[in-house]
């Protein structure tokens, strides 16, 4: 039986889109582990495959990029708290390997330290990338401003003098990672971008037209559609009773600073036709109140169970809340607070799909507005989710395991046989 081991960044956004591939691989016969957040092991185990805990002080280690005055500090933050991780996560995933033994590794690239070690550990190996990707294109703009595609010479302009100063604001925080790397006996990385290209396959967790088209992808880059996966939940009967339309407002799993889109979603939203449904997941519901009986405000729900539910989200433009609306053909209003979140707003834009509303444009009266103009965007998301059906999934993840595992006939023959 061939063995596959999955290593995650310390997030539970990063965790559940690799576990549809998880269980392909499990169901096809393989010994799967599944190394993540403590507090995931039943979740996981639950689904079927085997949990490993992550060395807690890795988890200790929250990202505070929230914290930054402006993007480029915002950048720093998240690349340095990444480097700090590193060496943590070489040791936690050296000693899996000693324990697991596996025959294949499925590395988080937000795991710098585990990706590096993975380089040198003599096995076959991918990363997993669930956001989009920030790497120079003809056709694709500068990462992070959530600027739109370059229209002729002066908008790649623009984006060639964007990636050479985040590649500058980038060294500092990435010189202990290089230094670990050379400890390692990997080779350097000659920038963030390089990141995101070592991994001899990068299994790619959204599609086109949802990400920009690009005529110059890395070679690298495997598209898979987004990860659907989450822990199985029925939608709750409270659900049924409010009245349609249903508007979902959900921020952040992680703390950033985003409850005012929750106050500006109460304030503008609750007296509007239909009803409202607020997770507020990082932030305790005793912050937020409504006496509307058609408003309902609690902490966690699955958007999962939900999803198929609901008839416009409202979010901060996390992947996974964003890229499972549109899988349901659901259209957005996107209020981008930081991290990936400018890129995932104008991507909903430039398909059509939603609306991008700018943090500091936000308010009652424009969120409000936002979502009048969101609710006729339907076909738009409609188009992205048969894009998302298209792209193959799980099923096409397992052809990369397929082919790293000739020896033992790769995971269809996995059951059958023992890896030599």
């Known amino acids: 039986m061939s063995t596959v ?11 559940y889109p690799m576990m549809d591939l998880a269980l392909a691989l499990r169901a096809r016969g393989a010994r799967v582990v599944v190394q993540t957040l403590a507090a995931e092991k039943a979740a996981v185990e639950a689904a079927g495959v085997e949990h490993r805990p992550l060395d807690p002080a890795i988890e200790a280690l929250p990202l505070d990029d929230w914290k930054g005055t402006n993007p480029l500090d915002a950048m720093r ?10 060496p943590l996560e070489v040791e936690d995933l050296r000693g899996a390997i ?25 096995l076959p190996w991918a990363s997993h990338l669930p956001y989009v990707l920030p790497v120079p294109s003809h056709d694709a703009p500068a990462f ?10 002066v908008g790649r302009l623009r984006d060639q003098l964007l990636w050479t100063v985040q590649g500058w604001a980038a060294r500092g925080p990435l010189a202990p990672y290089q230094r670990l790397r050379a400890e390692l006996g990997a080779v350097p990385v000659s920038g963030f971008h390089e990141l995101f290209t070592r991994p001899p396959v990068l299994l790619h967790r959204t599609a ?17 559609g987004p990860g659907l996966w989450a822990p199985p ?11 349609g339309p249903r508007t979902l407002v959900s921020v952040s799993t992680e703390h950033q600073d985003d409850t005012p889109i929750v106050h500006a979603a109460l304030a503008g939203l609750a007296d509007g036709p239909g009803s409202l449904v607020v997770t507020t997941a990082a932030h305790d519901t005793a912050a937020f109140s409504s006496p509307n009986p058609r408003v309902w405000v609690t902490r966690f729900l699955s958007h999962a ?4 539910h609901v008839d416009l989200v409202v979010t901060h433009g996390g992947m996974g809340t964003t890229q499972r609306a549109l899988a349901a053909g659901v259209p957005l209003v996107v209020v981008p607070w930081g991290r990936d979140q400018l890129e995932t707003a104008r991507r909903v834009e430039h398909c059509g799909a939603g609306v991008m509303l700018p943090r ?20 738009g998301a409609r188009r992205v989710a048969t894009a998302f059906a298209a792209a193959g999934g799980a099923e096409a993840g397992l052809a990369w395991v397929d082919g790293v595992l000739p020896r033992s006939g790769g995971v269809v023959a996995a059951a059958g046989g023992g890896a030599p």
């Not at 933050?77 to 590193?86: I, K």
């Open 360 to 379: 500091g444009s936000l308010s009652p009266s424009s969120l409000r507005a936002a979502v009048e103009k969101a609710r006729g965007m339907r076909e």
């Open 5 to 15: 081991l999955f290593y995650t960044s310390p997030a539970r956004g990063h965790l």
């Open 144 to 153: 992070g401003p959530g600027l739109p595609p370059p229209a002729g010479w």
């Open 77 to 86: 933050r998240t690349l340095a708290r990444w480097v700090e991780r590193a």
């Open 305 to 308: 169970a939900v999803m198929g």
């Open 208 to 224: 086109e037209p949802f990400e920009y088209p690009r005529a110059d992808w890395p070679a690298n880059v495997v598209h898979l």
């Open 98 to 122: 000693r324990d697991v033994r596996p025959d294949a590794l499925l590395v988080d690239i937000n795991a710098l330290g585990a990706g590096a070690l993975a380089e040198v550990a003599g």
């Open 233 to 243: 939940e029925a939608p709750p009967p409270r659900l049924a009773e409010m009245p």
